[in-house]
């Protein structure tokens, strides 16, 4: 991966980091991914980021 844009403005989390709890999480939602690293929980501006890097890890 060349670059890890920041996904999460309100938690300034990157890709990268949302990638790897997706991984270790075994996150299928976007409600999981909440859950566990808050990411999409704050402002839920990025959920549709969020569901962007859920299909790709999943598919
Ligand atoms: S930008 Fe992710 S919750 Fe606000």
Do not use: F, Y
Request: contains cysteine.
């Amino acid at each position: 991966m060349a670059e890890d844009p920041v996904i999460c403005t309100c938690l300034d989390m990157c890709k990268s980091e949302i990638v790897g709890a997706i991984r270790e999480k075994k996150c299928k939602t976007v409600e999981e991914v909440g859950d566990e690293i808050e990411a999409g929980a704050v402002c839920g501006s990025c959920i549709d980021d969020i569901q962007e890097i859920l299909d790709e890890e999943n598919a």
